[in-house]
C-alpha cells in the first residue's frame, strides 16, 4: 500500500492535463493524498486538474499545513476560474483561519479586485468576519493601495470609519499611508463617509 502511495504521488509531479476519473476515485479512496492533489492543483492555479476532483467530491475546503483554505490559496494568487469552481462545490466564503484571515482579505491584500467582487456577489460579509484583533478587509485594501478593491467594499457597505482593531488606525489613515493610489484612495472613503453620514470615531481625523 506505501509503495503504491509513493508510485501514485510520484507519477502526479510528471502529468499534465486533466485527472481521469479512475485516477480520481482511487485518490479519493486513499484520503490525505486526495487533500493534497486537489491542494496541489490549487497550488499551480489548474482548474482542468481542479475540476474532476471536485466532481469526485473532493473536500473543497481543504487547507494545506499553514491552515489556509483552498479558497484563500487561491485569491491569493489572484486565480479567479479556481476561486469560481471551488465556490461552485460549496467552499464557505467567510471561513477564517486562527487569526482571521479569510478569501475575502486574502483577495484585498493582493488586490484581486476579481475575486472580491466575486465573493461580495456569492455572500462575503463586506466587513469580514469577527475575530479578535484581525483587520477587515477593507483595512487591508486601503493598507496596500488598492483602490478597485476598496471601491467594492464600500458599494457593498462596509464601513468607511471602523478602525482596525490592531492599531486603531481607520481606513482614511492608511489610505493616506498607502504605498500607492493614496489621493484616489482617500477620495473614495471621503465620498462614501458623505453618502452614509458617517464621521471618524470620537470626531477624530483622518
Known sequence: ????NSEIASSREFSAGPISPPLCALLLSLGPLAMAELL????????SALQPLLESRA???????????ALVCACLANNLP????????????????ADGETALRAACVEG?????QLLLERGAAP???????????????TRNGHVACARLLLRASASATAPCAADRATPLLLAVRAPRDAGALVSELLAARAAA?????GGALP
Do not use: F, M, N
Not at 473536500?59 to 483554505?69: I, L, Q, T, V, Y
Not at 484581486?112 to 472580491?116: E, G
Open 1 to 4: 500500500q506505501a509503495r503504491e
Open 59 to 69: 473536500d473543497p475546503e481543504a487547507c494545506g499545513s499553514d491552515g489556509r483554505s
Open 112 to 116: 484581486s479586485a476579481d475575486c472580491v
Open 197 to 201: 453620514g458617517e464621521a471618524a470615531p
Open 40 to 47: 496541489t492543483a490549487v497550488d499551480r492555479g489548474d482548474a
Open 82 to 97: 479556481v476561486a469560481k469552481l471551488l465556490i461552485t462545490y460549496q467552499a464557505a466564503v467567510d471561513t477564517a483561519i
Open 127 to 141: 466587513d469580514g468576519v469577527a475575530a479578535a484583533g484581525a483587520p477587515r478587509p477593507l483595512h487591508d485594501a
